[in-house]
């Protein structure tokens, strides 16, 4: 018959497993501001929804959009008005 403790310890493991790793989610978070992945792929990394990501991303002051201010210029420019 089973040990209860054993039972109580891999509980607790696949809780520890299914839980947000603090350093991957800092891992995430660099790999995004330095663009190397998108919100999406950061989101997957550290084991939380986009949304959750996002929220992550502002809670320490970075902006989840991933585009240059002069890009958008760039194109603004090309497509001419509407």
Do not use: C, W
């Not at 109580?8 to 330095?34: C, H, M, T, W």
């Not at 992550?56 to 989840?64: A, F, M, N, Q, Y």
């Amino acid at each position: 018959m089973p040990d209860h403790d054993d039972h109580d310890e891999g509980s607790r493991e696949r809780k520890e497993l299914q839980e947000p790793n603090p350093y991957v989610i800092d891992l995430a978070v660099r790999l995004f501001k330095e663009e190397a992945i998108t919100q999406g792929d950061g989101a997957l990394i550290a084991r939380v929804s986009r949304s959750e990501f996002i929220d992550i991303l502002l809670e320490r002051g970075i902006s989840p959009i991933q585009i240059d201010p002069n890009e958008v210029t760039e194109r603004s420019r090309e497509e001419g008005p509407k």
